[in-house]
């Protein structure tokens, strides 16, 4: 089976200083159709402009210095704008972090779901709103004919995050970005989208890129894991091994910053870990890497 | 929504109330009357008599709060009074020079507009370019140039060196007489409004909503048409109407300089001669104006903006 | 750098306005008043007179240097009586709320829909031209903005706790209000008195030009203007330099009050003039 996503050796950065100051020094990456794939890392490690680069929509000071990124074995970067844009919201897809302003607060959230359709499958309006109201209810938004005409100041932020999801999926992509999805929702709310981002996703056979710093939603979501640093990817592996094994330096600081259930933090003998009490040498960090190949065969 | 109108309209009520409060308390105040006025020039002595029946005449005579009183009730009758130089009613004489005065600051508000939204917006969406740049200075220089001395020198180039265009006055009131004084007129708010679009599309342009949409696969030109346009026009709306309020009281200087017989040369006039109810007249009908427009503004606004009719 | 080019522009011009207007005797080849000579009216520029002359004979150069004093003092002036009027309003609106509060935002509201030329027109109608008139109108009709900048910025402090602070250590409201709330809010003044000045020598010319201001023989770049206009087929230049003056002079303090502006808040973006 061949990758649904190839990264290889992304690097992207300034492109306006002749300096070429990289963000993103080495990133390599497959994702396998239908699987969800997640990246974390702190903030700052690049895991956001990684996702912009492969949706293709870095701003102006960014862009891509060198590397690969293969979908269905083309060559994204080799695209030209106007095919790059008929990829974007067809077969690759994207949810953001903010829901109280990724929406157009003029439109209401019938009309810019129904957008996905009349762009990408040619619907008339009319047809298309219609459609969007199912989407609507497929993402189990109650009401969804009343909901249909709401604007995104009527909803609150995990309604509002639902019609993303909606939006996103409109066209049944082949892979979906969902970039810190949950961070801005209460945890009730948050566990909520996440099972219906996964269930969705399963059933539509779409494979998920999940970014979050969240390490409990990345091992209930995702198969496998890619730790960021710095701009690199230090480790990867199967979620189970990477959580009860971790290899790099810095995953093991990720995971002892973690609290954990059942431990009492002031005298127990587990501590939460500051991660720069285990790493004494960042800059090493970087140097090493614990890739974990795919078992051939499997997934 | 129609309760959002009916409020908003209502609300003018109360500020136009204070306004004519405030005016008559100023002109209450006025040391010089008009009969004092009319000797002010010294070139006749002082009649104390016949200043004693001009002041009774115009019930200047009377206390303070008699003469409030009166001008109170008049006014609930939509009556401004009497013009003390022409013995015509006030709001007559406004009648016969708000059409040259609205004409003068539609046609300047056009130009403006025409001129200072697509500058804005091309600005805006090449950011560091030199056409920024230079729409970013033009602004700034038209905000500080002083409009009464542009107008001289178009005057003096176009009427009086290229003899295209009339040099004053409303002559027949076709377009050629509106040209000089309306563009005269215009460069201040064009300015402003080039400044504002500007700012105001790049906002947008750096809005979540705006990245979400270009991950729809929307092309840029759909982009700024279906989602950056409609949200940059709230703010430019807003501007429109601020400036077209404002506009007749820049429109005074302007009317006086091309001698164009608006209100605005109106009050200036009665300004000098101590015609005070016109002059207070005048000032009235220019705030209400101003209220008017305000009002106008924040309606077409909550029909763009689902946002406001909740509030 | 970027570092504030309006900043240091604006500063320039300012600098060169005031020192002008300070110089004037020294840098004046004639008197601006006294020495007229018919002889010499509506001289070009030459060497003598590096503006010409006008329609009295008088030398523009040096009128114009005497009216720097005119509208500099306009300008800083009416913006003091300005500044004064809104911070204390503002401040004291938002500091102690209720009906005051409603008070200050009423009158507020009604002097922004009072075009602030219109109003000044007003003033002077009742107080009579000259400078203390000028100065008294421009003072007392240009305050709304600052006092809404004043007051917001008071609200946003005190929704910070400075005050509840404040009082618990047992200062008085007077006290709070310049100790505390006045130092933390005078950027967005300063930037608000700069770009009033601006506008107040625009108004200054604009009301000497309808006769309304200084009055002849006095050099003001308004009453300058009335004459020019007269003169202006004849004369262009008593109508070009006067002008100048006043663009250079207004823009000066526009571009120092953007650059303050992008100074103190590099977020606040030019929205308002």
């Known amino acids: 089976m061949t990758p649904l996503l190839e990264v290889r050796n992304l690097q992207l950065g300034l492109t306006r200083s002749g300096l070429g100051h990289a963000l993103i020094k080495d990133v390599s990456f497959d994702i396998m159709p239908g699987e969800t794939y997640g990246l974390v890392g702190e903030s700052g490690s690049g895991k956001s402009i990684t996702s912009l680069a492969i949706i293709g929509l870095l701003k102006k000071p960014l862009g891509i210095l060198g590397g690969q990124i293969n979908f269905r074995g083309q060559d994204l970067l080799a695209l030209s704008r106007r095919e790059m844009r008929s990829m974007r919201g067809r077969r690759i897809a994207m949810v953001f972090q903010e829901p109280m302003t990724a929406l157009n607060p003029l439109a209401t959230v019938g009309r810019q779901i129904a957008e996905m359709y009349v762009l990408h499958q040619g619907k008339g309006w009319q047809e298309a709103e219609r459609a969007a109201v199912d989407a609507l209810a497929s993402v189990r938004v109650p009401n969804p004919e009343r909901r249909a005409r709401d604007y995104p100041h009527q909803m609150s932020g995990g309604l509002r995050q639902r019609v993303m999801i909606a939006m996103a999926l409109a066209c049944k992509p082949d892979l979906l970005i969902a970039d810190e999805p949950t961070t801005a929702l209460d945890v009730t709310v948050q566990a909520e989208v996440l099972k219906l981002i996964k269930e969705l996703c399963a059933s539509l056979g779409t494979a998920v890129l999940f970014i979050s710093h969240d390490l409990g939603v990345i091992a209930e979501m995702c198969q496998r894991v890619g730790v960021m640093y710095d701009g690199c990817l230090v480790e990867e592996n199967e979620t189970a091994a990477l959580f009860a094994n971790p290899l790099h330096d810095y995953t093991k600081g990720l995971l002892g910053a973690l609290p954990r259930m059942g431990s009492r933090l002031e005298h127990g003998r587990r501590r939460l870990v500051d991660i720069d009490s285990v790493i004494k040498d960042r800059s090493v960090l970087t140097a090493t890497r614990f890739i974990v190949p795919r078992p051939s065969g499997a997934a | 929504m129609l309760r959002f109108v009916v409020r908003r309209i209502l609300q003018i009520i109360p500020t136009i109330a204070v306004v004519a409060l405030l005016i008559f308390v100023i002109f209450s105040v006025v040391p010089g009357t008009f009969a004092s006025s009319l000797f002010s020039d010294g070139k006749r002595a002082a009649d104390p008599q016949l200043m004693a029946r001009l002041n009774e005449q115009f019930g200047l005579d009377k206390p303070v709060h008699e003469r409030f009183a009166a001008y109170i009730s008049d006014l609930a009758r939509l009556d401004l009074g009497t013009s003390f130089r022409t013995r015509r009613p006030v709001l007559e004489l406004i009648n016969d020079r708000m059409w040259a005065s609205l004409q003068l600051a539609i046609a300047a508000m056009v130009f403006a507009i025409v001129i200072a939204v697509p500058l804005g917006f091309l600005a805006a969406l090449r950011p560091g370019s030199v056409l920024d740049s230079l729409t970013m200075v033009g602004a700034v220089s038209g905000l500080s140039l002083p409009q009464f001395w542009l107008g001289l020198l178009l005057m003096y180039v176009f009427a009086l060196k290229l003899n295209l265009l009339p040099s004053f006055g409303y002559g027949d009131g076709s377009l050629r007489h509106l040209i000089l004084p309306a563009v005269t007129l215009g460069v201040t708010p064009l300015a402003l409004l080039a400044r504002t679009t500007r700012a105001g599309v790049l906002d947008v342009l750096n809005a979540d909503f705006v990245r979400t949409a270009h991950s729809k696969g929307l092309s840029e030109a759909q982009v700024i048409r279906r989602h950056v346009a409609r949200n940059a026009l709230v703010l430019i709306i807003t501007t429109v109407g601020l400036l077209f309020g404002s506009l007749i009281g820049q429109a005074v200087v302007i009317e006086k300089l091309f001698a164009w017989p608006g209100i605005g040369s109106l009050l200036v006039d009665s300004v000098s001669m101590r015609d005070i109810p016109v002059v207070q007249g005048t000032i009235l009908v220019i705030v209400l104006w101003f209220l008017v427009i305000n009002t106008a503004v924040d309606v077409v606004y909550a029909f763009i903006d689902p946002r406001i009719k909740q509030g | ?273």
């Not at chain 3, 030459?46 to 503006?51: E, H, K, L, P």
């Not at chain 3, 009033?196 to 009453?223: K, R």
């Open chain 3, 1 to 273: 750098m970027r570092f504030g080019f309006s900043f240091m522009l604006g500063a320039t011009l300012t600098g060169l306005v005031i020192l002008g207007g300070l110089l004037a005797p020294w840098l004046a080849h004639f008197d601006p008043v006294l020495d007229a000579d018919l002889m010499n009216a509506e001289l070009p520029p030459d060497w003598t007179y590096w503006f010409g002359t006008d329609a009295q004979g008088r030398d523009v150069y040096s009128r114009i240097l005497y009216g720097a004093q005119i509208s500099l003092t306009v300008g800083i002036v009416s913006q003091l009586i300005n500044t004064a009027i809104g911070v204390t309003l503002g401040m004291s609106g938002a500091y102690w709320g209720g009906w005051w509060d409603d008070l200050v935002n009423g009158l507020t509201n009604v002097m922004l829909a009072i075009p602030s030329l219109i109003f000044a027109l007003a003033v002077m109608a009742v107080l009579g031209p000259g400078l203390i008139s000028l100065l008294i109108a421009l003072g007392l009709t240009n305050w709304s903005w600052t006092c809404r900048i004043a007051r917001s910025s008071t609200l946003s402090l005190k929704s910070l706790g400075y005050v509840q602070a404040a009082q618990t250590l047992g200062y008085g409201d007077t006290r709070i209000m310049f100790t505390q709330i006045l130092p933390n809010i005078m950027g967005p003044v300063l930037v608000m008195a700069t770009l009033g000045m601006g506008s107040a020598v625009l108004s200054e010319a604009a009301l000497s030009f309808l006769g309304l201001g200084i009055q002849p023989p006095f050099p003001s770049w308004g009453s300058m203007l009335t004459d020019a206009r007269q003169l202006i087929q004849l004369a262009p230049w008593t109508a070009i330099f006067p002008g100048l003056a006043i663009f250079l002079a207004v823009l000066g303090f526009n571009l120092l009050g953007d650059g303050l502006r992008d100074i103190l808040d590099p977020h606040m973006r030019a929205r308002k003039s």
